[in-house]
């Protein structure tokens, strides 16, 4: 069976997607949300592993005695789940759909859209349920996205719905109206922290805060800084492409192989994006953890000031990443902004 991820196992968010999996009773249509798309990937697969896969294999006499003859021909909702002869992945079960981004726009199309809600309107092939799994569902063109509420409105017999994302707020408020929502945490570290590289370029850049904060007298120094700045973004970009590069060669062995290059265009798009947005969230924890420690030696106003300000500049910029800025130029901002941030304190 597909394990949650571990950082989330025994949570309470957890603990009630199970009871109410055990039970039967999981909503139609669930919104995962939270802050890294990786998390939101695993949960769902956990999620359709138990409703696709159940555990136990009832007597096949004691599921037609259970179960009226009216209810087994319809499937409904409640009657006793028919496990499956063979476990299949979520990834490469028959039963388990997956409508994702595709093409350099990264948008869900109307057609594509149409296409899932056609496949899931056929019964189950192996197992009792369906499951149907929205990559990054804020990314519906706006008709894609009227077209599907319509199916959110009637959904089709023993099918879930999962819809992921990391921008909920982007998504129809009909279309979350008719969720039900579940907010996850990043459940593990960043595969990207533990390259080659990242370790080392955090420690840089925080010697050069500490740099920042205690010299800056003349024109020397301040040239200086700035040619770290631009190291610090060359080897920034290095960082990236490299845990992309190798985050997409462990994921793309285990797609489908009847994705189409738009989609994989897509899908390895989104690696990067996320990469990058966990990157900036390390960028702004070395930060605070910098600011910290020289307000626990002394009390200083002017760093409050800059730390603030920091911050305040380091959200703005990351923010700008959504809009499809090129990240090089999100960070040589920031680190601009810093050296007079901080020259200023």
Known sequence: MTPWPPDLVGTPTISVIERAIERQRLSH??????????????VAHAIADRLLN??????????????????REKNLPGTAPVAAPHHFP??????????????????????ATRDLIGRVQVSASVSSRKVAIIHEADRMHVTAANVFLKTLEE???????????????????????????????????????TKEGWPAWREDYRAWLGRLADDMTDKTTIADHVFTIYGLVARFSAVLDLATAEIWKQQKEKLPAELDDDEQVAIET???????????????????AFAFSRLTKVESAPTRRAFVAAIAQLEHDAGLLRLNLN???????FLLSSLRIWAKR
Do not use: W
């Open 270 to 288: 989104g690696i990067a994006n996320g990469v990058r947005s966990r990157l900036f969230a390390e960028i702004e924890q070395t930060t605070r």
């Open 155 to 193: 959904p089709p017999a023993n099918t879930t719905l999962l819809l992921l994302t990391t921008r909920p707020y982007a998504l129809l408020p009909t279309i979350r109206s008719r969720t039900l929502h579940f907010r996850f945490p990043t459940a593990f570290a960043s595969e990207a922290a």
């Open 29 to 42: 249509s669930l919104l995962l949300h939270g802050d890294d798309l990786e998390t939101l990937v695993l």
């Open 90 to 111: 979520p990834e490469q079960h028959p039963d388990c759909y997956a409508l994702r981004p595709a093409g350099k726009m990264r948008l869900i199309s109307a057609e």
């Open 327 to 333: 990240e090089s130029a999100a960070l040589e901002n």
């Open 54 to 71: 159940p555990t136990e294999m009832p007597a096949v006499g004691a599921i037609a005695r259970a179960t009226p003859a009216s209810a």
